[in-house]
T-cell receptor, first 108, second 116 residues
């Protein structure tokens, strides 16, 4: 599976948009981009996934560049409850390999 | 739906003892995954099943670890004998290969294992 690179940590003010980047320069044509998050001491939670097109759901938006070598997860109005570790994963199959993720801290 | 159910939530045992972790996936899901999470190694996939059949066990650390899925609603992860380095949080997750939530994995609350 392709490897992803994410910043170790980020801060975001409550109510502002949180933009979490992910680089996946070796992604292959059929690999999906997945985002999960893990709130302290809980199991990871699925957020969103996409292949080529931008995606939006009730939790977030996923912007994938045209060359698919990077993506950005957008939380439009971050709240304190969005403080978590966010994982960007690329996978062709149901087997997901979690990296170290980005620790997002939302502050008041 | 109750979600993925794991038991016990906490387990403390002595080195050398057998440990059995249990998981009940979401009804109707045909994939089941076992993960282990530690500070040092992060979240690691140990093994996963499709329709009760093990598909990939390449993440199982060694022969002391074994996993079974006797039916669609139950799976176990067994460690025998346990060692202090097995201390971790073990997560079970399930997913379905059909429908709108294709490949979305639902995680259980985890079992925190401490081996002394």
């Amino acid at each position: 599976d392709a490897k992803t690179t994410q910043p170790t940590s980020m801060d975001c003010a409550e109510g502002r948009a949180a933009n979490l980047p992910c680089n996946h320069s070796t992604i292959s044509g059929n690999e999906y981009v997945y985002w999960y998050r893990q709130i302290h001491s809980q199991g990871p939670q699925y957020i969103i996934h996409g292949l080529k097109n931008n995606e939006t759901n009730e939790m977030a938006s996923l912007i994938i560049t045209e060359d698919r070598k990077s993506s950005t997860l957008i939380l439009p109005h971050a709240t304190l409850r969005d403080t978590a570790v966010y994982y960007c994963i690329v996978s062709l199959t149901d087997k997901l390999i979690f990296g170290t993720g980005t620790r997002l801290q939302v502050f008041p | 739906d109750a979600g993925v159910i794991q038991s016990p939530r906490h387990e403390v045992t002595e080195m050398g003892q057998e440990v059995t972790l249990r998981c009940k996936p979401i009804s109707g899901h045909d994939y089941l995954f076992w993960y282990r999470q530690t500070m040092m190694r992060g979240l690691e996939l140990l093994i996963y099943f499709n329709n009760n059949v093990p598909i990939d066990d390449s993440g199982m650390p060694e022969d002391r670890f074994s996993a079974k899925m006797p039916n669609a609603s139950f799976s176990t992860l067994k460690i025998q004998p346990s060692e202090p380095r097995d201390s971790a949080v073990y997560f079970c997750a399930s997913s379905t290969s059909t429908g709108m939530h294709f490949w979305e994995q639902y995680f259980g609350p985890g079992t925190r294992l401490t081996v002394t």
